[in-house]
């Protein structure tokens, strides 16, 4: 049985990769980050509704340290996130709730285009979530992602808000 959980794409091309327990997210739009530039939000062009007692967890993609590669082998320069890691609770889930993921460049410019996979998440139990929620976790076997066209959900204030 998987996980089922909304997914509201700006385009497309955000669609998140699953491998294993991380998914891959991608970069909305071509973007250039200069090497001077301080850290840089850059839209994954996803909105996504956790169910309750879950959080996602972003954080730099392995190579991106060393430069991420595109499918044709080309290079992007080295970035990081600054912060570490990101954290999105399942009060995030508003159609204008757009996940990003803050970029910094490590040497010189950062180009990212439109579809490159930037960074990564896993959708876990957060520390709310109830004794029936661990439960029913112990038999899922995976996500699934249901593309809709909107969340039905109150917007919480964008990236960075906690909310009032």
């Keep these: 049985m998987k ?3 909304k997914i509201k794409l ?20 071509d973007t250039i980050i200069k090497a001077t ?18 959080e996602a967890i972003i954080a730099n993609r392995s190579n991106s340290a060393r430069g ?7 290079r992007v320069e080295p970035f990081f996130n600054p912060n570490g890691i990101g954290v999105v609770d399942n009060s995030y889930c508003g159609n204008n709730d757009i996940w990003h993921n803050v970029v910094k460049p490590l040497r010189g410019d950062v180009i990212l285009k ?30 699934e992602f249901t593309v809709v066209d909107n969340l039905g959900n109150k917007n919480r204030g964008g990236f960075g808000h906690t909310g009032i």
């Design 3 to 5: 996980l089922k959980i």
């Design 10 to 29: 700006l385009d497309k091309e955000c669609m998140p990769e699953i491998h294993g327990d991380w998914m891959d997210a991608k970069c909305l739009n």
């Design 37 to 54: 530039s301080d850290a840089t939000l850059v839209s994954l062009g996803i909105a996504i509704e956790l169910p309750k007692g879950y």
């Design 68 to 74: 991420i590669k595109r499918p044709n082998g080309e």
């Design 114 to 143: 439109r579809g490159d996979r930037i960074c990564q998440f896993r959708i876990q139990l957060s520390q709310f979530a109830t004794p029936w929620q661990k439960f029913k976790d112990l038999f899922y076997d995976g996500i």
